[in-house]
């Protein structure tokens, strides 16, 4: 088994690793047609070949004029892996890691009209700025009810998502303010575009009770909406150097419907919250399968270091703690953040049990072969923290569990919103005097479930 110098490069020197070569191929190796399910599912054996974590157990490789779909499938090593996905347009997987996908810009999460009921709702969980769906006016806790005239119901609503990714029409109920009742809208139509959706959705400061609280709501790790563009990341530091200055003392990062992303990204918001940390302290420690260890005796040890950022809260968190809020879809990147501070923080964490992924990806396509449009993203290692620690694959159980579902939804940023409220009332001590409304919902799946970068952790800095 010999290592391609495409990947042998892209390892070492710590570049956006966002390309494959296939191995060298001998002169007297047959000719085969680059377009053809022969030539995609060659290079995929290759690339797994050498780069799977779970290399040992490396499935059987079926037909070579297998769709490439089921080729992929077949060497994965189910049901432990159930991370690595292949996408038959590379550029398109990219931009989606990068948040820039064909959308109207609104995500929604779908629950049972009512028990016993086969009808399915579908409330906004929140709307992207400068989207369509932002002009027609939908906001945060609209109910669907139709897409394209049909009733959404447990038999159809799989179909009726993949009716959103174009124009479509909607019909919904909106919260009058004044009744606190839901009314019928008229339907509306909403086209699709090409949005660059920016993770940095909320950065807030409150005072409450001689408390001065930071909140930053993240959606999803990337740097900028291109692969050498640090847009987002800069704007990161601009936030925490706006905390830094207000003084706060306590500080909430909302992961609520953060997936996960990039692990430069993660770096570098945990280098703004750990105390004091330098780029001599370790945020995490990466492994790879043994041929790569072997094959790379620099990837035998690989540490990556916290950033040393002028931005850093340092030590004036009270307590030393910072507060996370968590859902079942916080996952990836997203916990690498939570796993990465424990040892050097008290991670006090709001809402669900998360994801449970300690494992990370690498994006490859067929530079060889131009008429491969595939790309293929596989699990090709594992997260620790300094301490070693890697042991949440089935999620980092919360402090204090509280479900989104569970009420009415209320704007994001808002001191009486449910999770944002419990994390004010466990930082001051005082129970809020509002009164809400529980609800018993099933949830039963949403739209972030199905962006790629959900549940993903990409490798992009693999040596310091």
């Not at 959705?201 to 692969?227: E, T």
């Amino acid at each position: 088994m010999r290592l391609t110098k495409s990947l042998q490069l892209a390892l070492l020197l710590s570049l956006m690793v966002f390309g494959w070569s296939c191995k060298d191929k001998e002169d007297t190796e047959p000719v085969i047609d680059p377009s053809s399910e022969i030539a995609v599912n060659k290079w995929i054996l290759d690339v797994m070949d050498e780069v799977y974590y779970w290399l040992d157990d490396l499935g059987t490789p079926i037909a070579e004029d297998s769709d490439p779909e089921d080729y992929f499938e077949a060497l994965l090593n189910r049901p432990t892996d159930r991370f690595s996905v292949i996408y038959p347009d590379y550029q398109e997987l990219i931009n989606s890691l990068n948040g820039i996908t064909l959308e109207a810009g609104y995500e929604f999460q779908l629950y049972l009209e009512s028990e016993g009921s086969t009808n399915v709702i579908a409330e906004i969980s929140y709307v992207k700025k400068g989207s369509p769906a932002e002009s027609a006016g939908l906001v945060r806790g609209d109910i669907i009810t139709k897409i394209n005239g049909t009733q959404i119901t447990t038999e159809n609503y799989r179909e009726l998502l993949g009716q959103i990714e174009s124009q479509h029409s909607i019909t919904y109920l909106s919260l009058n303010p004044g009744t606190l009742v839901f009314e019928e809208q008229a339907p509306i139509t909403l086209e699709t575009i090409q949005l660059s959706e920016n993770p940095n959705y909320i950065d807030s400061v409150y005072l409450v009770d001689d408390q001065r609280i930071g909140y930053f709501m993240y959606n999803f790790f990337a740097p900028g909406p291109g692969g050498s563009n640090s847009t987002y990341d800069d704007q990161v530091d601009e936030i925490f150097s706006k905390f830094k200055s207000s003084n706060i003392n306590h500080l909430i990062i909302d992961f609520r419907y953060n997936g996960g992303g990039y692990v430069s990204s993660a770096t570098n918001l945990a280098s703004l919250i750990a105390p004091s940390v330098t780029s001599s302290d370790i945020f995490s420690k990466t492994k790879y399968n043994n041929f790569l260890m072997t094959e790379i005796p620099e990837l035998s040890d690989v540490k990556t270091s916290f950033k040393s950022k002028t931005q850093n809260l340092g030590n004036i968190l009270e307590g030393n703690r910072v507060y996370i809020l968590t859902s079942s879809r916080t996952a990836s990147a997203s916990e690498l953040v939570i796993n990465g501070l424990k040892p050097y923080m008290d991670v006090y964490i709001i809402g669900d049990v998360t994801y449970g992924k300690n494992v990370g990806s690498i994006p490859f396509e067929d530079e060889e072969n131009d008429e491969n449009p595939y790309g293929i993203l596989p699990i090709v290692s594992q997260s620790f923290n300094s301490l070693d620690q890697s042991d949440y694959t089935t999620g980092f159980k919360p402090n204090i569990t509280k479900k989104e579902s569970s009420e009415r939804l209320r704007p994001l940023g808002d001191v009486t919103e449910l999770l944002l409220r419990t994390a004010i009332e466990q930082i001051t001590g005082i129970p809020s005097s509002g009164r809400f409304e529980t609800l018993d919902r099933k949830d039963i799946g949403g739209t972030l479930d199905r962006k790629i970068r959900s549940g993903r952790m990409i490798e992009n800095q693999i040596i310091k």
